[in-house]
């Protein structure tokens, strides 16, 4: 009989080393990117969309690579100060690594790569806790969207209605979400199925990096963020 792979003991030691040689081929990774790539550029996201985001990394492949994950650890790649940068300037760029941010190294020009990124914009669903972009509420009356077969599950979801002659009907006005306020999980469903699509996925440019000079976008931050980081 086979052993249980639930019984199997894991040495704590073991998963710190593979922790730990993840990271030191990250550190690396970078670091010979740094040295491969014409420019650097540190960017913010938000609404983070995994298959969009892979089909533009994709797109861009052929000149560029992406860097996504621990801050600190794009940090110590790049040098967190002057005296322990892999290049000059780069800890200017490894300041600018905080909150949800990644690292884009290319050998784009950079009209394009401002181009590329400016116009890169995904609308979807808004996710249980995103902060709802304006007010959704439904008038009392038929729900015309919905079949009968739907009425049991928007009852689960806190809506009030019930079925006329087979009619999916709102008892009373209902509103689904208030604008500036996050999503409950039964808000989030509800827009689902109302195709309300509330969420973008966008990315924006904080700096560029390269070898002659250093540029800080100033609709992203101001010069005041690259001295106090």
């Known amino acids: 009989m086979p052993k249980s792979k639930r019984n199997k003991i894991v040495s704590l030691s073991k998963t710190k080393k593979k922790g730990r040689e993840h990271k030191e081929s990250i550190v690396n990774a970078i670091r010979e990117a740094a040295e491969s790539y014409n420019s650097i550029y540190v960017f913010s996201f938000e609404n983070m969309r995994n298959l969009k985001f892979k089909e533009f990394r994709e797109q861009l492949k052929p000149t560029s690579r992406f860097f996504l ?5 794009m940090q110590v790649a790049l040098g967190r100060s002057a005296s322990d940068e892999i290049r000059p300037g780069l800890y200017k760029v490894s300041k600018l690594l905080r909150g949800d941010t990644g690292l884009f190294l290319t050998n784009m020009p950079r009209e394009e790569v401002e181009s590329v990124f400016n116009k890169f914009e995904e609308t979807d669903f808004a996710r249980t806790g995103s902060i709802a972009a304006e007010k959704v509420e439904l008038f009392e009356g038929p729900l015309d969207q919905f079949t009968h077969e739907m009425e049991p599950f928007l009852r689960k979801q806190g809506m009030p209605v019930r079925l006329n002659k087979g009619v999916v009907e709102l008892v009373s006005d209902f509103v689904v979400c208030e604008e500036g306020k996050p999503l409950s999980p039964e ?10 699509k509330m969420a973008t996925f966008r990315l924006q440019l904080i700096c560029r990096w390269s070898p002659e000079d250093f540029e800080l976008y100033k609709e992203a931050l101001d010069d005041s963020d690259v001295e106090s980081a």
């Open 187 to 196: 808000s989030a469903r509800i827009l689902r199925l109302l195709g309300i």
């Open 69 to 73: 994950g621990s801050n600190k650890v």
